[in-house]
């Protein structure tokens, strides 16, 4: 009887693998003027708050388990047409027959003022990224956010510098950052009565495509507390686990009981806002807080690449030799906050200024 199943499914497999790739011939050209933009690896709740974003394109959503020898039957209808890749999902197959057929690949992902609440909550973004070269956590290949920091004419920018100077005032005084769904605390309740130096480990989910993309050597949370701790052995070494491994949303691939004889474990929901708080030196491997830290005058140690290292602001520990000028904190804010992402109301779909974007999530 199982035999006789399996055999069944295999021909019903084979019929629906036909069936595919006779629905691909056939299936009539929708007409269009505009390029047509193939998304891959979409979840399905981020599609219509991504359409606003895309709607200079007309756009096609792939769906996850789709099979290329049956996919480019529709691609090849369309003379104009771009693949759209969410984050840094690999398909060398697709990469290659993209490369072979001349069609644009561009890359897309959050971008740094995003929402109230997490990604993993399916909050929709106030902001996006969309990369032509690579992604702006790939240190491994240049990107259009490293592009704009090697080669923008910033100081003869006057506008975009004291732009970019208000907007860091203001996420600054609203106590905006990446997430915002954590209520405000007292901090000396947390970290207790300050008594010497203060140095804030970030953690981070730590087979995150930013860790993996962002550093040459794999490391963890842990080996980042160890490292602070031999680095300041007469500091406070406080360590803030990423919030998804708090609440169980990601997985934690090292254990903080094994450093807690290091550091002070931070094991409740602590804004980063709140988080930088009385604190005199950070240490992160690529994690955004690094910049906002930097943004709020705290020296900044990195152990992997992340976009904002590399500039003369930070203590680099891993060094890109592609990055070749020094930025003022400025100049690095109006390059990754203001030219590289795109602002809209995920909800109303008009179209924002960083200011307005900083303005709706403080209001929500």
């Known amino acids: 009887m199982k035999e006789f199943k399996r055999k069944i499914k295999k021909i019903v497999k084979v019929i629906l693998a036909y069936l595919t790739v006779v629905y691909w011939k056939i299936r009539p050209l929708k007409k269009t003027n505009k390029p047509v933009a193939f998304l891959f690896h979409v979840s ?8 606003a974003y895309l709607d200079h394109y007309d756009i096609r959503f792939v769906p996850f388990d789709y099979k290329l020898k049956f996919l480019r039957f529709e691609i090849e209808k369309y003379p104009t047409k771009v693949f759209m890749i969410w984050g840094f999902n690999h398909d060398d197959d697709l990469l290659k027959y993209a490369k072979t057929n001349d069609i644009p690949v561009q890359r897309i992902e959050d971008g740094f003022v995003r929402s109230k609440g997490l990604g993993s909550m399916h909050t929709p973004p106030f902001s996006i990224c969309i990369d032509k070269k690579g992604m702006y956590f790939d240190a491994s290949q240049p990107s259009d956010l490293e592009e704009i920091l090697n080669n923008y004419p910033f100081k003869e920018d006057q506008t975009l510098l004291l732009q970019a100077k208000q907007c860091i005032g203001l996420l600054i005084n609203l106590g905006i950052s990446k997430y915002n769904h954590i209520d405000l605390r007292d901090i000396h309740d947390i970290y207790g009565k300050k008594i010497k130096k203060r140095i804030l ?11 993996l993309k962002g550093s040459i050597k794999k490391w963890t949370n842990n080996d980042l507390v160890r490292i602070a701790y031999k ?81 003369g602001l ?24 203001i030219l590289y992402p795109l602002y ?21």
């Open 231 to 311: 680095e300041n052995p007469d500091a406070e070494i406080i360590y803030k686990p990423h919030p998804d491994v708090l609440t169980g949303r990601r997985q934690k691939q090292s254990n903080p009981v094994e450093v807690k004889h290091l550091a002070k474990i931070i094991e409740e929901p602590l804004s980063l806002v709140d988080s930088l708080q009385t604190i005199d030196h950070v240490y992160t491997i690529t994690s955004l807080s690094g910049f906002e830290a930097l943004l709020r005058g705290i020296p900044v140690t990195t152990l992997g690449a992340p976009f904002y290292s590399g500039w």
């Open 314 to 337: 930070t203590d680099d520990r891993q060094l890109i030799r592609r990055r070749k000028r020094k930025l003022t904190v400025e100049e690095l804010f109006a390059g990754a906050y």
């Open 201 to 211: 480990v970030i953690g981070q989910v730590e087979d995150d495509a930013s860790i």
């Open 44 to 51: 399905k709740w981020k599609q219509s708050y991504l359409s």
């Open 344 to 364: 809209r109301d995920p909800y109303s779909k008009e179209v924002l200024t960083l200011e307005e974007t900083i303005k709706r999530i403080s209001n929500q």
